[in-house]
Every structure is written in C-alpha cells, then in structure tokens.
C-alpha cells in the first residue's frame, strides 16, 4: 500500500490508510508573518499575509460566539406542597476575541509576528453586504 503512492516508505507511518492521508501533497502551511487586516463587519474578520511563495492568502475569523448549553432534570412531587427538582447542565463556548486581539496587535506592530497555521486546499468564498469578495483558506490556528 505504502509504493502506490509513489513515496518512500521512510515517510509514511505504520497506520497509514491508503486515500484517507495524501503525503505527496502539501496543504497544511506554517508562515510567521504580520498580518494584514483587510475586512470587519462584526462578522467576519478577514485577515491576510504572503505565502512562501509571495502570494497574498486570505484567511477569516467568525466574530460571532458560538455558545451551546444542554440542561436536563427532573421533578418528583412528594406531597401536595414539596416537590423535589434536580437539574443538571453544560455550558461551552467559543471565544474568537483572542484570535482577532493578537491579529490586530500584529498588525500594528511589525516586531509581533504571528505563526499561522491555515490549509492552502480548502477554502470557503465569503461575500460582504458591499459585494466585496474574498476566498477564505481554512484556519488552523494563530500563535504569537
């Protein structure tokens, strides 16, 4: 399975499954960069920076909080007055502030580079309610 991807065997692991991971492309990148900030209409944050090869990549981060919150419980009535209710819930969020708070940090200062991990394959197309177009890459993470 390891030769029909025309790779040496040095470079897939033991469990590699064949069509699930492609090891002769390249997708994932990694750039140290200042960013530039090109969109904010308190929805989506649009950043960009130069690739390897000096191409400019946009990247977008969804200002929107995703919140999700389960709650169940029960109720016993044990006389006409007193009844019993246990509840339980779960709460998670999300907090893109940091992300866009050191975006914006970098971008104004060049001596604070940011590490951005983002996919060069896929890519969402945003439109703002200007009609203004960008081509999102998937961000993987920011660091710096």
Not at 72 to 90: D, E, K, M, R, V
Not at 102 to 124: F, H, M, N
């Amino acid at each position: 399975m390891k030769e029909e991807l025309g790779c040496r065997n040095e470079w897939l692991p033991d469990n590699h499954v064949s069509g699930i991971v492609r090891w002769d492309e390249m997708t994932v990148q990694t750039v140290s960069v200042n960013p530039t900030i090109e969109w904010d209409d308190s929805l989506v944050f649009v950043l960009s920076f130069n690739d390897a090869n000096n191409d400019k990549v946009f990247c977008g981060i969804i200002h929107v909080v995703l919140a999700v919150q389960l709650t169940t419980g029960q109720q016993a009535q044990i006389t006409p007055l007193l009844q019993a209710i246990t509840q339980g819930s779960f709460q998670g969020s999300s907090d893109p502030q940091t992300w866009i708070e050191a975006v914006k940090t970098s971008a104004r200062d060049p001596s604070k580079t940011l590490t951005i991990v983002y996919d060069d394959a896929l890519s969402a197309v945003y439109t703002t309610l200007t009609n203004q177009s960008f081509t999102l890459q998937f961000l993987h993470s920011l660091a710096g």
